[in-house]
């Protein structure tokens, strides 16, 4: 306790490099398990995200493009699915339900989804969970809108005001559906996926705003009121992709092949979790080089950690050597400069765990508003908590070579006033 006390008193009367060590270590550790923190918990968000789907089915591609822009809302398709092919793929005998997907509007930078009823009786993320309201409820009419939970936080908006629909994905749009608004008829709760920041509409609400427009712009000499466009036929003409589950997962093999080998269009059918897999697989390279960058920046730390310590090997060689005139041993000034060196660390891998907790809540708003990504902010698991201890022994391990030298010093050699 005595070689404690005087560590915590030693390393006090030294407090400008010893914070400066300590930041130091701190911002490294905060990098590695942040690095790791974050790679888990987009890896789980996106798994989340969807569950109970067998197939996804959309325009022949990628099956990594089709998953995130049907499911993440990240990209465009390539291609449409004509309406008569969903409907004949829907009335396969294998097939338990279907929720189809329209995608290429926005609002103030939110995606606008077309679908259908299925959507709130079928879609479950995370384990299993339905989609829930925490306000009004599902649309009934063709110019009604549900909104997710960030669209409604972040925008402010209620059950009953009216939106306008911007036509393509750009945040300000130049050209608007704002002869046909949307009622705002109901507020799903928080999900933590990208259906938080989705707009969903019926599909005849979409078919109902493009029915004067062609090639993307609207017909100079047609008009139609949204009035007008509720006689119409308002079937739509394509999907953007479609969800599929299955009767029985045995059959999904085989439905997937049926599907790739659809002959009136070509189609792409996938596995929501093979595909999530060859993503990870596609992304395994960058996050191995993100991993080795915080290696390198904690062996940073750690270096310098140990230059500070030789630099005041020099300063110190008086206070050992009077530590040795009293009474102190080698053995005891090993003991200090190794004590002084934990305590440096362990003090450093707190600072830096506070440091990574307070970012991931100062990140986690953004994340999720930017990336539709929730990041949980949970404890450390096992193997995060290996890494922090592995730097732990490690910085431990590096202070070891000061501590040797301090030991190595005899009591003449600190005495002697060097020139």
Request: proline residues 4%; charged residues 20%.
């Amino acid at each position: 306790m005595s070689i404690l006390h005087l560590a915590i008193h030693s390393l006090l009367n030294r407090s400008v490099t010893v914070i400066l060590t300590i930041c130091a270590i701190a911002i490294s550790i905060t990098l590695l398990l942040g690095v790791e923190k974050v790679r888990n918990e987009a890896r789980l968000s996106f798994a989340n995200t969807i569950t109970g789907v067998d197939l996804i089915v959309g325009a022949r591609s990628g099956s990594i493009q089709l998953l995130l822009y049907s499911v993440f809302r990240i990209g465009n398709a390539t291609k449409n699915v004509s309406w008569e092919t969903y409907e004949d793929i829907s009335k396969r005998p294998e097939v338990d339900w279907t929720i189809p997907l329209s995608l290429g509007d926005s609002h103030k930078g939110f995606r606008v989804l077309g679908t259908n009823q299925s959507y709130f009786d079928h879609y479950k993320y995370g384990r299993d969970k339905p989609l829930a309201f925490s306000d009004g409820d599902r649309f009934s009419g063709v110019y009604e809108a549900v909104l997710g939970s960030s669209v409604a936080a972040e925008l402010d908006y209620r059950v009953g005001q009216d939106i306008i629909v911007t036509h393509g994905l750009g945040e300000v749009g130049i050209t608007t559906h704002d002869d046909k608004p949307f009622k705002i008829v109901g507020i799903l709760k928080p999900t933590g996926t990208p259906i938080d920041r989705t707009i969903h509409v019926p599909l005849e609400g979409i078919e109902a705003m493009h029915i004067d427009w062609r090639g993307g712009a609207r017909i100079p000499s047609l008009s139609t009121s949204a009035e007008d466009a509720l006689e119409m036929d308002l079937k739509p003409d394509e999907v953007t992709a479609f969800l599929v589950g299955l009767k029985s997962p045995l059959a999904t093999f085989q439905f997937q092949r049926l599907v790739n080998d659809y002959r009136s269009e070509p189609l792409q059918a996938t596995l929501p979790g093979v595909a999530l897999q060859e993503l990870w697989d596609m992304m395994g390279v960058a996050e191995s080089a993100l991993f080795v960058i915080s290696l390198l920046v904690v062996g940073t730390g750690l270096t310098g950690m140990l230059t500070s310590i030789l630099s005041t090997l020099q300063e110190r060689r008086r206070e050992m050597a009077i530590l040795r005139s009293i009474g102190a041993r080698p053995i005891h000034v090993l003991a200090l400069l190794s004590c002084e060196v934990f305590l440096l660390v362990c003090v450093g891998a707190l600072l830096g765990v506070l440091l990574l907790y307070l970012g991931l809540f100062a990140a986690r708003p953004i994340i999720e508003s930017e990336m539709g990504l929730s990041i949980g902010i949970g404890m450390l698991t096992g193997y995060q908590l290996n890494l922090l201890a592995m730097v732990v022994v490690a910085g431990f391990l590096v202070g070891l070579i000061p501590a040797h030298m301090a030991y190595r010093s005899s009591l003449a050699d600190g005495m002697t006033v060097r020139t």
